[in-house]
């Protein structure tokens, strides 16, 4: 069971600054979970504790009953001695080794013998597809090629728990969404507990079983994908998953034009009490031009279209009401022009609330 829990995990660095405040998370068995957020979040320093390479200044780390971390009795496991998988930011290979070379490294040093290295160095470049590379070095490879590499010199050790720290972020838009899929298919063959950091919601969106989503050194929200996209837990997961963002309306005060018609709308039809503000997704806000009507239990306001951002599959439609900026996303040709005034809508369902902040 490689279930991975942090309770209570805090980092604090020399020098003062608390990177991580108070983590508790459980990163299920063989789940494949990205820590999502911004630059600076802490993401980094969460992996980092959980391979082992930086102590907690306070707190638990356990992978199924094991102990890896408590810092209050003392206890402290090396990463050598965790049996993971690490593949950072910058994947490092040997430049004077071959690509075969490189892979059987991670063996040697855990005292696999010769005769089974160089079998389990290639079943490794054949799952990542680069098999036909074992015999050249690092510097007569592509970025994307470097890349599966150093996968494969991280899956020949067999580790029952894989910890990867933006390992995409240096290849191109193509290789990118490709290694996404081959990420996948190997967690789907393997079986590993994935834990894969990026600031890219897209990425853990498309890849997570689950997604924990951190700001400022302090967890957010986990949840399953589709949940975090269609229950964020607070504004900050709201705007920070999702692209373009969700439209967030602040609509603490009694106000007048598109805030106060959306804050009397969510207290009377929704039957939600007093919120901060008021989120709604753009593809969930609607436009009604010409002669369509919004539906009769929909919130609708009156709203100038500022712009038309045709994208080939979509178009992003920025509206102004007030002092208000919306963004719609819709599917197909929205049928408006900057300068129309229309009614933009969205059903009670697709209205999020959240406290002020
Ligand atoms: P992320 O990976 O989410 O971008 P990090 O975990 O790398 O974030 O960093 C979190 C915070 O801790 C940042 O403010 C960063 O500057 C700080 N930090 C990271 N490593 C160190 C270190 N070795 N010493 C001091 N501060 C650090
Ligand atoms: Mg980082």
């Not at 390992?167 to 063959?189: Q, V």
């Not at 997570?208 to 269609?230: D, I, R, S």
């Not at 609708?300 to 500022?306: F, I």
């Amino acid at each position: 069971m490689s279930a991975i829990t942090l309770s209570g995990v805090v980092k604090q660095y020399p020098g003062g600054h608390v990177a991580v405040r108070n983590l508790d998370l459980t990163i299920p068995d063989g789940s494949f979970t990205c820590l999502l957020g911004p630059s600076g979040c802490g993401k980094t320093t969460t992996l980092r504790m959980i391979a082992g390479l930086e102590q907690p200044t306070a707190g638990e780390i356990r992978v199924g009953d094991r102990v890896l971390d408590a810092v209050e009795r003392g206890v402290y496991v090396p990463p050598e001695k965790r049996g993971m998988g690490l593949v950072f930011q910058n994947y490092a290979l040997w430049p004077h080794l071959t690509v075969l070379r490189n892979v059987e490294f991670g063996l040697r040093m855990r005292k696999v013998p010769a005769a089974q290295r160089r079998e389990r160095a290639m079943e490794a470049l054949r799952k990542v597809r680069v098999a036909e590379c074992a015999d050249r070095y690092p510097s007569q490879l592509s970025g994307g090629q470097q890349q599966r590499v150093a996968l494969a010199r991280m899956l020949a050790v067999d580790p029952a728990v894989l910890l990867l720290d933006e390992p995409l972020s240096n290849l191109d838009a193509r290789l990118r969404l490709e290694m996404r899929t081959e990420l996948k298919r190997i967690h789907d063959e393997t079986g590993a507990t994935v834990v894969f950091v990026t600031h890219d919601q897209m990425e853990a969106m498309t890849m997570a079983t689950h997604v924990a989503v951190m700001n400022e050194g302090e967890l957010q929200q986990v949840a399953p994908p589709v949940e975090m996209y269609e229950r964020p837990g607070n504004r900050f997961v709201a705007e920070f998953v999702g692209s373009p963002p969700m439209n967030v309306v602040g609509v603490a005060e009694p106000l007048g034009g598109l805030a106060g018609s959306l804050l009397r709308y969510v207290e009377k039809r929704a039957g939600l009490a007093a919120p901060g503000c008021v989120g709604v997704r753009p593809e969930a806000l609607r436009l009604a031009a010409g002669p369509d009507a919004p539906p009769p239990d929909a919130w609708a306001h009156e709203v100038a279209v500022e712009t038309v951002l045709p994208a080939g599959a979509s178009w992003t439609v920025q509206l102004r009401a007030d002092d208000t900026e919306l963004f719609a996303v819709t599917h197909e040709d929205p049928g408006v022009a900057p300068g129309d005034t229309v009614r933009c809508w969205a059903r009670p369902d697709r209205l999020h609330v959240f406290a002020a902040d």
